[in-house]
């Protein structure tokens, strides 16, 4: 079969030739390294064909059986993986033996290229260590809190003072200081991951419900650790904690 001279561009190429609207470049003749003219048979929507990161570029599609060079197979039903690559590599033998079979999955191929895998693990990895270092870093700043304010605290239960008494206490100011630092991290992480998507033409933005959900998790893993030691200090016997003054 020859080439078709009926082609299909998106409409970033309809702008950049200048054949006007969609509606318009239907019909229009272009041209393309010299040769015959080619007919607009349709203009298709901007999509992404390439990779997420980049701009948005003309394309053209032509059918030209001579620049051939990848066949795409739509498989049906059940089937063995191994045993259909066997049979394709026989067939593909018949017709190149010298030449080895060259194949894809496509959805592995898909995935493998719009999946940041590496990537996410690495961020992942990084906001483990984060979190690790910074509820160890709560969790001494609440230890040094609570010793050093243990004889306080026998004084409290000997005059009478309930364990929730004291432990609202206690807590209370490491609540306020976490409610603060949400109030500051949530816009910072915002701006900080507009900016960073910046990089990408395509995206699907910040998702907010995704912040919520990890400011709220840090905030009860932190709340956790607080109420935890301060309900250990606070059940101390004061007797103990009075005479180690």
């Given amino acids: 079969d020859s080439a078709d001279n009926r082609v299909l561009i998106n409409e970033q190429a309809a702008l950049a030739l200048g054949l006007g609207s969609s509606h318009e470049a239907v019909g229009k003749n272009i041209y393309f390294n010299n040769g015959s003219p080619l007919i607009v048979q349709g203009v298709l929507k901007n999509f992404c064909y390439s990779n997420y990161q980049f701009d948005l570029q003309p394309i053209l599609i032509q059918y030209n059986p001579a620049l051939f060079k990848v066949i795409s197979l739509q498989l049906s ?64 700043m609440v230890i040094y809190t609570m010793e050093k304010r243990i004889r306080e605290i026998g004084i409290r239960k000997v005059i009478g003072a309930s364990v929730q008494a004291i432990v609202k206490e ?17 816009p910072i992480g915002y701006i900080s991951g507009r900016l960073l998507l910046t990089v990408f033409t395509f995206h699907n933005g910040v998702s907010i419900p ?36």
């Fill in 77 to 140: 039903g059940s089937y063995d993986q191994d045993a259909m690559i066997v049979s394709m590599r026989k067939l593909w033998k018949t017709y190149h033996p010298y030449e080895d079979l060259s194949y894809s999955w496509y959805e592995k191929e898909m995935y493998d290229r719009y999946y940041p895998g590496a990537d996410m693990r690495f961020l992942g990895m990084i906001s483990g260590i984060i979190l690790v270092i910074a509820v160890m870093g709560l969790l001494g």
């Fill in 170 to 186: 206690l807590s209370g100011k490491f609540i306020k200081l976490l409610v603060i630092a949400n109030l500051i991290a949530i």
């Fill in 210 to 245: 995704l912040m919520i959900y990890i400011v709220l998790g840090v905030f009860f893993i932190a709340l956790g650790t607080i109420v935890i030691n301060s309900v250990k200090a606070a059940s101390s016997n004061p007797v103990k904690s009075l005479r180690s003054e």
